[in-house]
């Protein structure tokens, strides 16, 4: 690539134009942003180039539903166009697009399903042309199709050699024609209509033909392609087991055998394979341990040589490997107090040194890329921005600016977050972020305690509208990667495994006595509020530390674990999901909230929604019961047709007012630095 300046051309910013009236970042001048701004879709959730550069297309909001809209980039300022929306009742909404072909764009479809008193994640896809012709639900809806399923969206391999086509893992279709009959005429079936472990298919994203490519079995659930299209790894565990399996196919036989075992959470060393190798028929990408942290590693198939160190981070996990489309390895992603990649391709390494100088201060993703790699899509993040997009053109060293996530945000009003650590009562350094509002310094300032959900997950440094919306209120917010947190080796994930109300609460509540000691915050002026697993921590912090918080607020959180175990056994995984929480009947009640209402002595608010797939309403019903029956004060906000993420606009509005006014009732008003 030609050094240039890769000066902003915004002469294409046009291309995204919504229909709306346009968006104007709200000055901290004139208060706080309004909540429609946090809550609203983004205004550019992701996009895809097409492979030959022509088209774009983006996934984007409009009147409250995700549609994909596509511009032809050979005509510029030419405004885009809907090609496919969402369902307007949400139960389905648009959770990826990316082009299968030049002109055939693949999307894939996300809703929570209730079933039989169980809620679980279903997902479809749908193709439809670059001018927003031949629009066709894929795989679901051929009443003869051989496959079906629960999860439809499964790409395994984007090219595997012959044209218009993809591979994709998905369930085969049980039922007989005498079935089909019987449906039809109203009568109902007994046993599986859908076999339990997927087949790999063939699926003609224009026709919607598919062929089988191999057949599925016990206990595969997922599928590695090599460069031509061959599967040649299987993985999974079977229902009601622990035990993870990959199979390999031998490259010259065909034939399968097992490479390895091992149970989940277990502390057995293995390299778990995540691609193959171009170019070399035995030779895979694995994660694996080195010196206690993920690492990607380069091993033999064939157990004939020693595994090789690709790369490996001293201090924490590597996160994702990047791949090229065709399946060429281009750097790692890990993260510390901030996101980096190490780029092994030095092509890529040049694109990114350019894309560095012209956007400093923030962390460059390329998200796609055209096929001879002389045009890409570059997203940029950093706390105060979801995501601003562009596209580079390399032959013209032209870097043109499409648009932001949230471009109705002023950066000013949200807070930079500040890299902290603090001791915990036994002497371990725990790492964590400080946000405060603009402006002030952190003393003596309302704080909200906000541990992360998971437990397996971490805080990182990006932004996160929830945490925003609270900064924009006044109210400083700490957030703690405490002990079970991912991306810290294998050490700190596994000495909090099975103790979710032990240690790793401990790391949390320690965050709020640090803050006390070193003056951000006084005496009754904490919260503890938290999403998932952080709603989990924060009904825990109002059983066992009510002197400690003004109040809790629980979205989507957990109360009993005893009943999560329960609910647990409805889904082929329960095993794993209850080796992860533990099977100790007595701390699992000494570690459920509900269990424990007698000790709540502060305001308890909790949201959640019907359509909970990740954590289930019953959770939230059962406390709010508990507490009503040992008069403790307390809100419960059910929201109908709300998912674990909170989705749609609507449900995110409701959230944020309700915990506004909790806030603000409980905690006291926020505070904000003088104008100037």
């Not at 166009?81 to 479809?109: N, P």
């Not at 659930?221 to 790894?233: C, K, P, Q, S, V």
Request: proline share 5%; charged share 20%.
């Amino acid at each position: 690539m030609r050094r240039c300046a890769l000066a902003v051309a915004l002469s294409l910013v046009t291309l995204i134009a919504r229909s709306e009236s346009p968006s104007t970042p709200v000055s901290s001048h004139n208060g706080p942003p309004p909540i429609s701004a946090f809550a609203r879709g983004e205004d550019i959730i992701s996009g895809a180039i097409s492979p030959d550069g022509r088209y774009l297309a983006v996934l984007t909001t409009l009147k409250g539903l995700r549609v994909a809209m596509v511009g032809d980039l050979t005509k510029r300022g030419s405004p885009m166009h809907l090609v496919m929306s969402s369902a307007a009742d949400y139960k389905f909404f648009i959770q990826w697009c990316k082009w299968a072909t030049a002109e055939r764009l693949l999307c894939g479809l996300r809703g929570a399903v209730h079933d039989l008193g169980t809620i679980y994640i279903a997902t479809r896809l749908a193709a439809v042309d670059a001018d927003g012709k031949n629009l066709k639900v894929l795989v679901q809806g051929q009443e003869a199709a051989a496959a079906g399923g629960q999860l439809q969206d499964q790409i395994v391999d984007w090219n595997p050699g012959k044209p218009n086509t993809v591979l994709i893992a998905t369930q085969a279709n049980l039922l007989t024609a005498t079935d089909r009959a019987i449906i039809s005429a109203g009568g109902g079936l007994e046993g599986r209509t859908m076999s339990e472990f997927p087949n790999l298919y063939e699926l003609d994203v224009v026709t919607g033909q598919m062929h089988l490519r191999q057949q599925g079995r016990s206990p595969w659930r997922r599928f590695i392609t090599d460069e031509h299209g061959e599967a040649r790894l299987a993985w999974g565990y079977a229902s009601g087991s622990d035990k993870i399996q990959y199979d390999v196919r031998d490259s010259k036989s065909g034939s399968w055998q097992r490479l390895l075992e091992y149970h989940a959470f277990s502390d057995k060393h293995v390299l778990q394979p995540i691609a193959m190798c171009p170019g070399q028929a035995d030779c895979a990408y694995a994660i694996g341990e080195s010196e206690g942290r993920d690492a990607v590693w380069r091993i033999d198939l064939t157990g004939k040589s020693q595994p090789t160190l690709e790369f490996a981070h001293p201090a924490v996990d590597i996160d994702d490997p990047l791949f090229s489309n065709d399946g060429h390895l281009l750097g790692m992603a890990y993260e510390t107090d901030r996101p980096f990649i190490y780029y092994t391709d030095p092509g890529r390494e040049r694109v990114m040194r350019g894309l560095k100088n012209a956007l400093p201060g923030t962390f460059i993703v390329i998200e796609d890329a055209t096929r001879d790699e002389q045009q890409y899509l570059v997203r940029t993040t950093s706390d105060i921005d979801a995501g601003t997009y562009y596209l580079l053109n390399v032959a013209k060293g032209e870097l043109a600016k499409l648009g932001t996530a949230y471009p109705e945000l002023d950066p000013a009003t949200l807070g930079r977050m500040q890299s902290i650590s603090y001791q915990a009562r036994d002497g371990t350094r725990i790492p964590g972020f400080l946000t405060v509002p603009p402006g002030l310094r952190a003393e003596h300032l309302p704080l909200i305690v906000m541990p992360h959900g998971g437990p397996i997950e971490r805080d990182r440094w990006q932004f996160d509208f929830l945490r925003a919306f609270l900064v924009s209120r006044g109210y400083a917010v700490l957030q703690m990667n405490f002990r079970g947190s991912s991306g810290y080796g294998t050490d700190w994930f596994h000495a909090a495994h099975q103790d979710w109300g032990g240690l790793t609460y401990s790391d949390i509540a320690d965050g709020a006595r640090w803050a006390l000691k070193e003056g951000i915050t006084d005496p009754g002026k904490l919260c503890i509020v938290g999403w998932s697993f952080g709603g989990y921590a924060a009904l825990l912090g109002a059983v066992r530390d009510s002197d400690l918080y003004r109040c809790a607020a629980s979205i989507a959180g957990i109360s009993d674990l005893s009943l999560l175990e329960s609910e647990a056994r409805y889904f082929a995984s329960s095993l794993i999901a209850m080796n992860q929480i533990g099977s100790d009947s007595a701390k699992l009640k000494a570690d459920s909230p509900r269990r424990h209402v007698e000790d709540v002595h502060i305001p308890v608010l909790m949201i959640h929604g019907d359509l909970d797939a990740q954590a289930n309403v019953e959770q939230s019903e059962a406390m709010d019961k508990a507490l009503t029956k040992a008069g403790k004060p307390h809100e419960f906000l059910l929201v109908p047709g709300a998912d674990h993420q909170m989705s749609r606009e609507s449900d995110r509005t409701t959230l944020l007012s309700a915990l506004e006014k909790f806030l603000a009732k409980n905690l006291g008003p926020g505070v904000s630095a003088p104008p100037q």
